[in-house]
Nanobody, 119 residues
Framework: QVQLVESGGGLVQPGGSLRLSCAAS????????MGWFRQAPGKEREFVAA????????RYADSVKGRFTISSDNARNTVYLQMYRLKPEDTAVYLC????????????WGQGTQVIVSS
């Protein structure tokens, strides 16, 4: 099993920045890729960004491309989501997810961290 714990959420003004962290523990050697998703009130969960566990091949949703950066630090078993130029529509619970080798879907999920973008 893999445990994922997110941190770094909070309240930020439009145009501001936040960095989210996702710390992985347990059978981290089984992880092939990590992703960030978000879910706003009354909306379905949506993909935000993903990266291979080695830090290669980052990819982003069009809505965050150019504003968010995903990265990984294998030494710390942590994945980050650096968010710049935040907008009110970025308000959501952000969830970290882990994908095991050979799986198409994400196997492991964190509890989420709340991000509120408001003046």
């Amino acid at each position: 099993q893999v445990q994922l714990v997110e941190s770094g959420g909070g309240l930020v003004q439009p145009g501001g920045s936040l960095r989210l962290s996702c710390a992985a523990s347990g059978r981290t050697f089984s992880i092939a890729a990590m992703g960030w998703f978000r879910q706003a009130p009354g909306k379905e969960r949506e993909f935000v960004a993903a990266i291979s566990w080695s830090g290669a091949a980052p990819r982003y949703a069009d809505s965050v491309k150019g504003r968010f950066t995903i990265s990984s630090d294998n030494a710390r078993n942590t994945v980050y989501l650096q968010m710049y130029r935040l907008k009110p529509e970025d308000t959501a619970v952000y969830l970290c997810a882990g994908q095991s080798s050979g799986n198409v879907r994400y196997d492991y999920w964190g509890q989420g961290t709340q991000v509120i973008v408001s003046s």
